[in-house]
């Protein structure tokens, strides 16, 4: 494997000012082009990131070594079913990543050429046309294997790594308290933390009689002819829901005026006082 760069664009004829499309940003290329391979054949092969990580742990090791194995397997007696393709990887250093791959054909894809950009610089050079596209997936015996290998990546992936920071300050003045500021410290997380004023439980009241109760209120509006309803709730002791029915039934709330929030009877129930029989 060659430490260059390559690049998938579809196929040109040789230029000496070419366009290198890799897919994310297109770029025109001046000067002489090295097209001597742009006639070999190349496959283009879609493979899992610890594959290509391996592959170029490999690359950056030896030159010489290969990095992996392709098995075909045809049967001669049967020439239209399709041929079966099979990677085996090299000796790995890591030994979690399954050693058997399957590669899937893809037919239908654009023409494209592979680019090379050497990282030192200088020629741009054709190393060839894609022939053959792949996807490379485990091997049905390294399913289990692959599997535990993503999910021990996911798992690191969440662990969120402790950091120590050293301070420079060995005398740790950021630590320490100075004189004076304990109290200052103290009161500044009372104010912070004010307590919640705790809400009093509505003391349950039991209902009275509705004939009961109403003569009580005709008795209350005797004695003065408004009342706000916590007065009333307080001399009744009754609820303040059940005494809003009441209410409604028998007075007018007022809402503007002297007597704002409070409650007088209707007029059809402010009776004159009759004399008794007997009393001049």
Request: hydrophobic share 30%.
């Amino acid at each position: 494997m060659e430490k260059e760069r390559h690049h998938s664009s579809r196929y040109r004829k040789r230029d000496y000012t070419e366009t290198v499309d890799d897919g994310a940003n297109a770029a025109t290329i001046g000067g002489v082009l090295e097209t001597a391979k742009a006639d070999r054949a190349v496959w283009l092969m879609k493979c899992p990131l610890v594959v290509a990580k391996s592959w170029q742990a490999h690359a950056a090791a030896s030159d010489s070594q290969p990095v992996a194995k392709v098995v075909v397997s045809l049967d001669p007696l049967q020439p239209d079913e399709p041929s079966l393709f099979k990677m085996e990887m090299a000796a790995s250093e890591n030994e979690n990543i399954p050693k058997s791959y399957s590669l899937n054909m893809t037919k239908d894809f654009v023409p494209m050429c592979i680019f090379s950009e050497p990282n030192t610089g200088g020629k741009v050079a054709v190393e060839g046309k894609v022939d053959h596209k792949f996807d490379l997936k485990p091997h049905n015996e390294n399913i289990e294997e692959y599997g535990r290998l993503c999910r021990e990546r996911t798992n690191k992936s969440m662990i969120r790594t402790r950091q120590i920071q050293v301070i420079d300050d060995n005398r740790g003045m950021h630590m320490r308290p100075m004189p004076g500021m304990v109290g200052l410290m103290s009161s500044n997380s009372k104010e912070k933390k004010k307590p919640q004023p705790v809400k009093q439980t509505e003391v349950k009241r039991t209902r009275r009689d509705r004939g009961e109760l109403e003569d009580i209120m005709f008795k209350l509006f005797e004695k003065q002819p408004n009342w706000a309803l916590k007065q009333l709730v307080q001399e009744t002791d009754q609820p303040a829901q059940f005494l809003k029915e009441i209410l409604n039934e028998l007075c007018v709330y007022n809402k503007r005026g002297s007597n704002q929030g409070t409650y007088e009877l209707k007029p059809e129930y402010k009776k004159t006082a009759v004399p008794e029989p007997g009393a001049e």
